[in-house]
């Protein structure tokens, strides 16, 4: 049995967005939309006011004294790093297996079986899936199980049987 882990790699930090405080928080990867962050997120004007996202306003506890995420105008500078540590993606295990039989019939001939599975268990895993990554968007923070592309996901089980003939 071959076991693979990995911590999963660290998400990639909104460009123009200034992580101002703590927003992480469990994330169920069992979901079928999958919440990485607290979507507090609030935005500096041209004019220097801060006023709240519209989809940040249906967050819980979220106004102008808390907010997790500072939308910085289009002229500022970079302060957030490109990747965040908080926040890392998804690390499920894999188990492949593989199993062989050798019989032997005489001296020079035999016979070889083998049965070989890849994600023995059937693990649902997204290690190259980001979080939405854009600040303005309602979706911040988010993967949607539905929307993740066949290369951003792992295979599903795969079982070959092999046969080899040794004279």
Known sequence: MIFQYSSGRPWNSPDNAWYVRNADIPINWKSSVIQAVRPCVAQMNDNGSITLEPFSQSVSGCDLTNYNFLVLPRYAPRVS??????????AEPQFDMSLSKTF???DRISFQFRGEAFNVFNTFWMPLEQFNNNPLSAQFGQIIKGSAAQGNANFPRQIQLGFKLIF
């Open 81 to 90: 790093p490109f990747r965040d540590g908080h926040v890392r993606l998804d």
């Open 104 to 106: 032997r019939f005489n």
